[in-house]
C-alpha cells in the first residue's frame, strides 16, 4: 500500500510564475489537507478538502492560492504569480473516512524555491 | 485560537538516556493528539496517536501522555540511541471532529550522542 505520494519534491520557479504541487493520497483515503512549513516556522494548516470539495480553507491567503481535489486525480495546490515569501515546504496528508478524528499520513513535501 | 508549545526547542542527549519532551496546547477542547517524527528535509512520520478519552499510548520504546485538562502531553523515550535524533512534533486536533486539522508546535530538535 503506497504511501501519500507529491510530486515534484523540489520545485524552483521565478518570481511571477506559477506553482503546481500535487499530491496524491494514500488508497481508500477520500480526505486531503494541506500544509505548509515556512522556513524556521511549524507547520501551518492552509486547507482540507474531500473528494471535489473544499471543506476548510480558513488558513489559506486569499490571494493566488486555490486548491481542488477532483473526483479522479490528484489533489493540486496551485500558486499563482508566486513571490519569494512562498518558498516554503508544502505537506500533504491524507485520512480514511472515520466516525472520530483518525490518523493523518504525511507525503514527503514538495519543496519550493522562488528565485 | 489553539496554540502549542514545545520547550525547549533543541535538546543534545547521550546515548542510552531516557528522555521526555514535553508539548503544551492552549484550548483543552481538542480531539486528539499526536505526535510526529521529522528527518532533514523529509517528511512527517507518525509516531503514536492519542484520542481525548485516553491517557497514553505505548508504541516499542515510545510512550505518549495526554492530560487534557491542563493542556499537556509528554512523549517519553526509553534507551535513546543515535537514530532517534530527529525533530519531534506535538500537533492536536480541534473539536469539530468532521474537521481534523492539526494545530503544530515547532517542533524539539532532538540530538542523541553516540
Known amino acids: 500500500n503506497a504511501g501519500v505520494m507529491q510530486n515534484p519534491r523540489h520545485l524552483v520557479r521565478r518570481r511571477g510564475q506559477e506553482a503546481r504541487l500535487r499530491c496524491s493520497p494514500m488508497?481508500?483515503?477520500?480526505?486531503v489537507y494541506w500544509y505548509r512549513q515556512l522556513p524556521e516556522e511549524g507547520l501551518k494548516f492552509m486547507v482540507y478538502?474531500?473528494?471535489?470539495?473544499?471543506?476548510?480553507e480558513s488558513g489559506m491567503p486569499k490571494e493566488r492560492f486555490s486548491a481542488e481535489f477532483p473526483k479522479e486525480g490528484p489533489s493540486i495546490l496551485r500558486i499563482q504569480q508566486v513571490v519569494r515569501g512562498d518558498s516554503a515546504a508544502y505537506f500533504c496528508?491524507?485520512?480514511?473516512?472515520?466516525?472520530?478524528?483518525?490518523?493523518?499520513?504525511f507525503g514527503p513535501g514538495t519543496r519550493l524555491t522562488v528565485l | 485560537k489553539q496554540e502549542v508549545t514545545q520547550i525547549p526547542a533543541a535538546l543534545s542527549v547521550p546515548e542510552g538516556e531516557n528522555l521526555v519532551l514535553n508539548c503544551s496546547f492552549t484550548?483543552?477542547?481538542?480531539?486528539?493528539l499526536q505526535w510526529f517524527r521529522q528527518d532533514p528535509g523529509k517528511g512527517l512520520t507518525s509516531l503514536l496517536l492519542?484520542?481525548?478519552?485516553?491517557r497514553e499510548q505505548t508504541s516499542g520504546r515510545l510512550n505518549a501522555s495526554l492530560d487534557k485538562s491542563s493542556g499537556r502531553s509528554t512523549l517519553y523515550i526509553a534507551a535513546s540511541q543515535p537514530g532517534d535524533s530527529a525533530t519531534y512534533l506535538c500537533?492536536?486536533?480541534?473539536?469539530?471532529?468532521?474537521?481534523?486539522?492539526?494545530?503544530f508546535g515547532k517542533g524539539i530538535t532532538l540530538s542523541v550522542r553516540p
Open positions: 496528508a491524507s485520512r480514511r473516512d472515520a466516525v472520530y478524528s483518525d490518523t493523518q499520513y
Open positions: 484550548d483543552s477542547a481538542i480531539y486528539n
Open positions: 500537533a492536536v486536533s480541534g473539536w469539530d471532529g468532521a474537521n481534523s486539522k492539526l494545530t
Open positions: 488508497k481508500g483515503h477520500s480526505h
Open positions: 492519542i484520542q481525548s478519552s485516553q
Open positions: 478538502l474531500q473528494k471535489e470539495n473544499i471543506i476548510d
